[in-house]
């Protein structure tokens, strides 16, 4: 009964939710009948875009690299996303020589498309409920543990009936902070080859002066392919795999977008935490965000230091700093959002409502106390969570912790081996020591470790700190990494020759990063308690608050699973302390602000020459939109967060508009409160890809796989030059 109340309750709440709001599990579409899609602009039916037995639009998203989205685009498995989502892979295939991330890289010939190392893509083949099955063998008087087994016994089983002998990848998730499970069968295919990508000036344009911005005017692509073996089955790479034919390809539409038109998205949103209490936000915004802010920032500052010194440095370091730069303005930016949108007295309202509802006679037992323990539990983990927060910046960024620990579990299995065993191991262990030190730069890591650490001695309380990090000598460790067997790979390379088990155990940064391993299982057990009461709470309060709220919408938040969004092309209000380069109707960009942006050497606002002489001669071919200028980015409506980089925006008719890519600065609480007002996602516009593919780069074959949509305004496909409309008139000088 529980089961199927929350299930009306769930689609109740869609029955009266906007339709901008909301990521929704696929599998539900048929049976939210209270909404009316095609009143909104969909002319698909639920089972064209969800289906098990036929192909259907699920067969042309995939999860790219399981960080973000990608979508197929032809019949021969051409893959669309981001540009910051394959910028690992450019910048891994990139040399001082060869530097693809600067330059950009096309292959103009199938031959040419090369392996992106450790890419994969994963397809979904289906998902179903599983909640009655694992509910049905839990109940709230188990502990943490006893709760973990039986969970994990279930998933092992259903992972076993639905993998079909490891075709399948098979995953169960929790829903509703615990309250319902879905599973899902995947198809992972790991041949995935680099077939073109813009080079940074336009993919990255605006860096990190305009991400989170808007208005932006960033080509934010990469191009892949999909290959599998003759038979269309995954398969490692290999010159003799082919191209996947897809179940189901994306049709691409040069009709060009207007607000009110119809935006759907399809992507695996990373997470949400949409029904976090007040409590929980108030430790994110007031203590543990900062943190991360603080030693991201930190990070940044040495990986800047030595970037700007060495080209290969510079590549080696390029994704991670660009990845530490996208969290640490998010971090920073949510904090202000949430201030500014008193997101925080939102939510206490609604708490209130269910303290209300908690007090009443039929659910006292159960719920009364339930948010009350909430808040002593953030009072408990206060300073436990800062801890987490530097510590986790901590890990990431300096390396020699992480890869002592890791490495050195390789070398201690490989010296307790005999003679012929560690001649049989050997390769291996070569291998992971070639992969452990090949973008390693010993002396940034040297400062980061010393750097990291001495923040960590400084901003951590004692209480639940590493021990093994506060009895460090900050001002010494990078010496100490550098009398290592992990200093560098030629002494890791003499370890390997001459192995000494005695000399492993004694080693000074093993001992450190075995030490911090240590502390953190320590941690973890002294917290479980507190920890599994918690999640019990969270579980409790969630479905307590489903039923003193009825009439609320109610959806489940992002956990990595495929979801759709739906809802509009839409505007932004005009900002006074914003250049939107003469466009008035403020839901769009064009090549008028790119090159308005325009600073020749400017490490964020460059653009390569011909950019600008293509823009100056408006050779903008059948891309152009149909008042005559040359679209770049377009907003839109859509409830998307961190995974769905690289979405496809859907217009109503199943066909691809543009490429889902940031948020805007003003909706950054987006992740903890859906803000109705400002929230938006900033796309970019398909017919700017093709101009960048064709007009650009010269790739014409590529557009010559696309089934591309026209109506009666699509300009002609010859290289007549469009008019230039008039607030597009500017010298293409640089802003100030």
């Known amino acids: 009964m529980k089961r199927l109340f929350l299930l009306f309750t769930f ?79 450019v910048a891994a295939a990139s040399t001082p020589e060869k530097d693809y991330l600067k330059n950009g890289f096309w292959a103009m010939k199938q031959k040419d498309e090369f392996n992106a190392k450790d890419l994969y893509v994963r397809f979904l083949v289906r998902m179903d409920d599983a909640t009655q099955r694992i509910n049905s063998k839990l109940n709230n008087k188990m502990t943490g543990e006893e709760r973990k087994a039986v969970i994990d016994a279930e998933t092992k089983a259903i992972q076993t009936e639905n993998s079909e002998n490891g075709k399948y990848t098979v995953v169960v998730k929790d829903f509703f902070n615990g309250n319902e499970f ?32 808007w208005p932006r005017h960033t080509a934010d692509f990469t191009v892949f392919r999909v290959y599998a073996d003759a038979a269309g089955n995954p398969a490692e790479f290999a010159p003799t795999n082919v191209p996947l034919k897809p179940k189901h390809f994306l049709p691409v539409s040069l009709k060009g977008v207007k607000p009110g038109d119809f935006s759907m998205i399809l992507g695996y949103p990373g997470r949400t935490n949409r029904y976090l209490t007040s409590y929980g936000i108030q430790q994110m915004v007031g203590k543990d965000y900062p943190a991360w802010v603080e030693a991201s920032k930190l990070a940044m500052d040495i990986m800047k230091k030595y970037m700007d010194k060495d080209k290969g440095t510079q590549l080696n370091y390029a994704s991670q700093y660009a990845s530490v730069a996208n969290y640490w303005k998010n971090r920073q930016g949510t904090i202000d959002a949430v201030i500014k949108n008193g997101t925080i007295t939102d939510k206490q309202k609604v708490e209130e409502t269910f303290k209300t509802w908690a007090v009443q006679p039929a659910n006292v037992a159960e719920y009364e106390t339930v948010l009350d323990d909430i808040g002593i539990y953030y009072k408990q983990v206060s300073t436990r969570n800062v801890e987490r927060n530097y510590m986790s910046q901590l890990s990431r960024n300096s390396k020699y912790i992480s890869l002592a620990y890791q490495l050195g579990a390789v070398l201690k299995a490989y010296t307790a081996q005999d003679m012929q065993g560690r001649l049989a191991m050997k390769p291996k262990v070569d291998a992971a020591v070639k992969a452990a030190y090949e973008n390693i730069n010993t002396n940034l890591e040297g400062e980061m470790l010393n750097s990291m650490v001495n923040l960590y001695q400084t901003k951590v309380d004692k ?39 005695l000399k492993l155990d004694a080693d000074p940064l093993l001992k450190i990063a075995n030490g911090v391993a240590t502390d953190q299982r320590l941690s ?106 040359m679209p770049v980015n377009f907003l839109s409506n859509n409830d998307i967060t961190g995974g769905n980089s690289g979405s496809p925006v859907i217009d109503g008719d199943g066909n691809l508009i543009g490429i889902a890519f940031d948020g805007n600065s003003e909706a950054l609480s987006g992740d903890i409160v859906f803000e109705q007002e400002w929230q938006k996602t900033i796309n970019v516009d398909v017919r700017f890809v093709l101009w960048t593919i064709d007009k650009y780069a010269g790739a014409r074959r590529l557009i010559d796989e696309l089934k591309l949509v026209r109506d009666e305004n699509t300009p002609a496909d010859t290289k007549t030059k469009a008019a230039k409309p008039e607030h597009a008139k500017t010298s293409g000088k640089s802003k100030k």
């Open 524 to 629: 973890g057990e002294r917290f479980s308690k507190i920890d599994d009461n918690f999640a019990k709470n969270n579980r409790l309060f969630l479905a307590g608050l489903m039923k003193a709220m009825p009439e609320k919408k109610f959806y489940p938040d992002a956990n990595s699973t495929m979801r759709l969004t739906y809802g509009t092309v839409d505007k932004l209000p005009i900002r006074t302390d914003r250049n939107y380069f003469g466009v008035t109707d403020n839901y769009y960009t064009d090549m008028a602000g790119l090159v308005g942006k325009y600073k020749k050497g400017d490490e964020e606002f460059d653009l390569p020459q011909r950019v600008i002489d293509l823009y100056n001669m408006s050779d903008f071919g059948q891309y152009a939109d149909a008042k005559g200028y």
């Open 463 to 501: 209480d639940v700190a590493s021990a093994t990090i506060m009895g460090l000598d900050a001002k010494n460790l990078s010496n100490v990494a550098y009398s290592s067997i992990f200093a560098n790979k030629t002494s890791a390379t003499n370890f390997v020759l001459h192995p000494d088990a």
């Open 11 to 89: 689609l109740l709440g869609f029955a009266q939710m906007r339709a901008d709001e909301g990521m929704w599990l696929l599998m539900l579409i048929k049976r939210l009948n209270g909404v009316d899609m095609q009143k909104e602009g969909l002319h698909l039916t639920p089972e064209e875009i969800y289906s098990v037995n036929n192909s259907s639009m699920k067969d042309a998203i995939v999860s790219f690299g399981g960080f973000c989205t990608g979508e197929i685009v032809s019949d021969k498995g051409l893959i669309f996303t981001n540009h910051h989502c394959g910028y690992g892979a």
């Open 182 to 213: 879905y599973y899902f069968v995947y198809q992972d295919y790991k041949d995935i080859r680099l077939v073109g990508a813009p080079p940074s000036s336009l993919g990255k344009f605006g860096g990190d002066t305009d991400n989170w911005e």
